[in-house]
Nanobody, 123 residues
Framework: QMQLVESGGGLVQAGGSLRLSCVAS????????MGWFRQAPGKEREFVAA????????NYADSVKGRFTIYRDNAKNTVYLQMNSMRPEDTALYYC????????????????WGQGTQVTVSS
């Protein structure tokens, strides 16, 4: 089993920034693709960003491209999501997830999930 624990969520004004962190334990972190997903109230969970095993390649949803950056520190078993120029529509519960497939945007390919961290962007 792999355990994932997110942190860093909170309330931010539109145009502001937040950095989410996700610490993994229980499995070899570098053997997994790491992704971030989000789910807003009344909406389906959606892909946000993913990063390959070694961190060389990244993949972003069009809605966050140019504003969000995903990166990982394999020595610390941690993946991050730096969110800049945030918008009210970024408000959601953000989940960290791990997959053995690259590239993929499907949540069906992610076998391990964290509990989520709430991000709220005020206008």
């Amino acid at each position: 089993q792999m355990q994932l624990v997110e942190s860093g969520g909170g309330l931010v004004q539109a145009g502001g920034s937040l950095r989410l962190s996700c610490v993994a334990s229980g499995r070899t972190f570098r053997s997994y693709v790491m992704g971030w997903f989000r789910q807003a109230p009344g909406k389906e969970r959606e892909f946000v960003a993913a990063i390959s095993f070694g961190g060389i390649s990244t993949n972003y949803a069009d809605s966050v491209k140019g504003r969000f950056t995903i990166y990982r520190d394999n020595a610390k078993n941690t993946v991050y999501l730096q969110m800049n120029s945030m918008r009210p529509e970024d408000t959601a519960l953000y989940y960290c997830a791990a997959s053995s497939k690259w590239p993929t945007r499907s949540d069906q390919d992610y076998g391990y999930w964290g509990q989520g961290t709430q991000v709220t962007v005020s206008s």
